[in-house]
């Protein structure tokens, strides 16, 4: 005859509100962002991106202060003379590109690696609902790395403006909507390559390492094939991914692109390109997830 014994281990089940998939979509989103910022982890986990996000504020903030002291002596309507919106992408674009190459590995590595997917699946969470709220969550953080520096740099200089700060700034409502409309092609430029390199890396650093290098390096390939006789070298400026953020800013705000007007393509086709990669993307990684959950 055999006995057995029972143990209570003290489980309690839940009697809380049950938020079913959407609510589970807000806590892995909230889990990703706090995952990438390094929240919740060691303090050496928090350093690089807190880091990369106070060196894309310093510009800001320091031309707003200066602007502060020495506004007797600058003419505020000259944007350029402090940091244009259009030109402060160029200060914190390689900034934008380090940070988004760090966080994605951070946010889809360890799920796979600590083989804890299993664990979503038996949620009511799709492999889709799973990836959107995943890169909802580096979408997030990427738009605040690169539009809250530029609201400082506006919001700033409208505090100084004459015509006092809420009149500047419903003047410069249209420039808010650019800033807005110029960072989602950077995302795309940037965070969706990332995103398909942390959907496959098994490696943070490894997968960190190949966005920052193998992003410059389509980039020149793109380049070399542009000024080659090649059948279609005039649509090669499209392969390089990491430059049509930048395409896309010109043409949100108005400005002529060197490279893309030598190979006589409008800018609108920067956009194109990055809705092209990123249903791709997309479509690859899914195809990807579905065997994992």
Not at 5 to 26: N, T, V, W
Not at 122 to 146: C, E
Not at 246 to 270: E, I, K, M
Request: aromatic fraction near 8%; charge should be positive; hydrophobic fraction near 55%.
């Amino acid at each position: 005859m055999t006995t057995g014994q029972i143990y209570d281990l003290g489980y309690a089940p839940h009697e809380g509100e049950r938020l079913g998939r959407s609510g589970a979509m807000r806590a892995i989103t909230k889990d990703g962002i706090k995952r990438a910022l390094g929240i919740g982890r060691k303090a050496r986990s928090k350093l690089m991106p807190m880091g990369l996000i106070l060196a894309a504020m310093a510009p800001a903030i320091v031309l707003v202060g200066i602007a502060f002291v020495f506004k007797s002596e600058f003419d505020l309507e000259a944007g350029d003379l402090l940091g244009s919106p259009a030109t402060y992408f160029d200060l914190i674009a390689t900034l934008a590109l380090l940070f988004i190459a760090l966080a994605a590995p951070a946010v889809m590595i360890p799920d796979r690696r600590d083989n804890v997917l299993a664990v979503y699946s038996s949620r009511p969470v799709s492999a889709a609902d799973y990836l959107i709220a995943r890169g909802g969550s580096l979408a997030i953080l990427m738009l605040a790395f690169l539009v809250l520096p530029q609201l400082v740099l506006l919001v700033g200089l409208a505090a100084l403006d004459p015509s006092g700060l809420f009149s500047a700034m419903v003047s410069d409502s249209g420039e808010v909507l650019r800033v807005f409309a110029a960072s989602i092609g950077y995302v795309g430029a940037f965070g969706v390559p990332a995103f398909l390199v942390a959907s496959f890396a098994k490696r943070t650093g490894m997968a960190a390492g190949m966005t920052i290098i193998g992003l410059p390096l389509l980039d020149g390939i793109a380049e070399a094939l542009s000024q080659s006789n090649l059948p279609g070298s005039s649509l090669a400026p499209l392969l390089g991914v990491a430059t049509l953020g930048g395409a896309v800013r010109d043409w949100v705000f108005g400005r002529s692109n060197a490279t893309f007007s030598q190979a006589g393509l409008p800018l609108w086709t920067a956009a194109a390109a990055l809705v092209v990669v990123a249903v791709i993307v997309a479509a690859v990684v899914l195809r990807r997830y579905r065997r994992e959950l």
